[in-house]
């Protein structure tokens, strides 16, 4: 447990202090704070900062003590470079008052910014770790999950201003970034300015997204370079589609679950952006190992209809899903496999181990749904 800081003292702990008091509980009179530098531990894979503060209140009123944690957003990160980060999403979405609009849906713990690159949240450890350490999700809280999801897709679904939003991500744009940055390297070509950025801030990308290849049999070495070539090959289906809000990367790291609420907890809104609703779902579910699931499909989309209270064409609907599928791994997936396919990655061999097997069959896996539509 970090020190004490008495609020009397003049230090740079009880400025920071004040900073989120003044936010936060403004009328209440302060003991003291608790300051902490980086409290979690998990790998990275951006410049992102954190700062875990605890405030101590005087006046014996309860909560006694407010746990918060400041999100600290780079400039400029390999994530930003690769998603075309104009603007913080995170701080965007709090000033655009999206997170009380999704608040009888989703627990997103925002509380407010301090500056354009600095988010104040509630500390939600122990939300978070409600699926660990095995990372499955229960199947009645996953329908909770994918009912909470159609109604957050249905309130923003085409027609909502928010969609139109020029900070939102877009996925064709994500995916020609990636997939040039990956195309270059793999290559060896060093005249890409973004491909020289990015493989400056990980310099295991080139030699795992080889290895990578080198470890495919032939015929999906060709498929994958060929949709390296030509990302429209899945963009376009999935970009015809109606377009509503979408977080993109849900998936168990990002998502938990508060009793308390009685609704999912949702961090990591980074790379929120308009695009079809199933590349939300298809994230989920792939990441459960559940992506070729009906029941768990046919259970979302039932909800979503209800929600918007009309039909959607379900077989175009369909195949956005399966090339969402696609997308998710071309752009999550090549990075997880590039990492555990080299031993220059930060990731311990041991874990590398035990990984590899599952990221190589998830690329034969998406080389077989690529197969088909090529």
């Known amino acids: 447990m970090a020190e004490l800081v008495l609020a009397a ?13 003044s936010l936060l509980a403004p009328d ?48 400029k990160d390999a994530v930003q470079a690769l998603t075309g980060v104009t603007e913080h999403r995170e701080v965007a979405l709090i000033r655009e008052h999206v997170v009380p609009e999704l608040a009888d849906v989703l627990a997103i713990p925002y509380l407010g910014t301090l500056d354009d690159s600095t988010v104040v949240m509630r500390h939600v450890g122990e939300e978070l770790a409600a699926f660990a350490p095995t990372g499955v999700i229960p199947p009645s809280t996953l ?23 020029p900070w939102l991500m877009r996925l064709p744009a994500v995916l020609e970034r990636c997939f040039r940055c990956f195309r270059e390297l793999i290559g060896g070509s060093s005249g890409d300015e973004l491909a020289m950025y990015v493989a400056a801030e990980w310099p295991w990308l080139q030699d795992g997204l080889r290895r990578l290849l080198q470890a495919l049999p032939p015929s999906d070495r060709r498929l994958m370079l060929r949709l ?38 949702v961090i990591d809104w980074e790379m929120a952006g308009a695009a079809s609703s199933a590349c939300d779902v298809a ?28 039909k959607v064409e379900r ?15 071309s752009i999550f997936g090549v990075v997880f496999a590039s990492v555990v396919n080299t031993p220059a990655s930060p990731f311990p061999d041991a874990l590398k181990n035990v990984l590899r097997p599952q990221a190589l069959s998830d690329a034969r896996e998406i080389a077989d749904a690529l197969r088909l539509r090529m």
């Open 283 to 310: 994230r989920l579910l792939t990441s459960q190992r559940l992506g070729g699931d009906q029941q768990w499909i046919q259970f979302y989309f039932d909800r979503l209809e209800e929600a918007l209270g009309e």
């Open 9 to 21: 003292e003049n230090r740079r702990d009880a400025g920071l202090g004040n900073r989120i008091r």
């Open 315 to 329: 077989a175009d609907w369909q195949e956005a899903y399966e090339l969402s599928r696609i997308a998710a791994w």
């Open 228 to 265: 390296l070539d030509d990302p429209s090959i899945i963009a376009v289906g999935i970009d015809s589609q109606p377009r509503t809000l979408c977080h993109f990367d849900f998936d168990v790291r990002n998502v938990g679950w508060s009793g308390a609420l009685g609704k999912p907890v």
């Open 143 to 165: 329908r909770q999950l994918l009912s909470a999801l159609a109604r957050m897709h249905a309130r923003f679904w085409e027609r909502h201003p928010l969609v139109q939003a």
């Open 28 to 75: 209440r009179p302060v003991r003291g704070y608790r300051i902490r530098e980086d409290p979690f531990d998990y790998p990275s894979f951006g410049r992102k900062r954190f700062t875990e503060v605890e405030v101590s209140f005087a006046d014996g009123l309860e909560p006694a003590e407010l746990l918060c944690v400041l999100k600290r957003l780079p400039d």
